[in-house]
Nanobody
Framework: QVQLVESGAGSVQAGGSLRLSCAAS????????MAWFRQAPGKEREFVAH????????DYADSVKGRFTISRDNVKNTVSLQMNNLKAEDTAVYYC????????????????WGQGTQVTVSS
């Protein structure tokens, strides 16, 4: 089992940058696929990015490709999301998630979730 805690909430102007971090506690962090999802008001939770066990494979939603970068540190048990060139439509609560499955973008396949952290981008 793993517990996840996000940090890095903030408000920025469009075009700005933010970095979100997720600290994991529990055993065997490196065996989990890690991901970021987000949920805007009135919308369903959606996939943003995921990273494989040892960071060799990443995948992104089309809406964030080229702007966001996911990374992980299996020594520090953290996963990060660097967000550049932010847009108003990136405004959402961002969630860190973990699964024992291989890389997947399907929300229901993630068993462990953080509490979420708010990102607000003003235009």
């Amino acid at each position: 089992q793993v517990q996840l805690v996000e940090s890095g909430a903030g408000s920025v102007q469009a075009g700005g940058s933010l970095r979100l971090s997720c600290a994991a506690s529990g055993r065997s962090f490196s065996i989990y696929t890690m991901a970021w999802f987000r949920q805007a008001p009135g919308k369903e939770r959606e996939f943003v990015a995921h990273i494989s066990w040892y960071g060799s494979r990443t995948d992104y939603a089309d809406s964030v490709k080229g702007r966001f970068t996911i990374s992980r540190d299996n020594v520090k048990n953290t996963v990060s999301l660097q967000m550049n060139n932010l847009k108003a439509e990136d405004t959402a609560v961002y969630y860190c998630a973990a699964t024992l499955l291989r890389a997947t973008a399907v929300t229901r396949e993630y068993n462990y979730w953080g509490q979420g952290t708010q990102v607000t981008v003003s235009s």
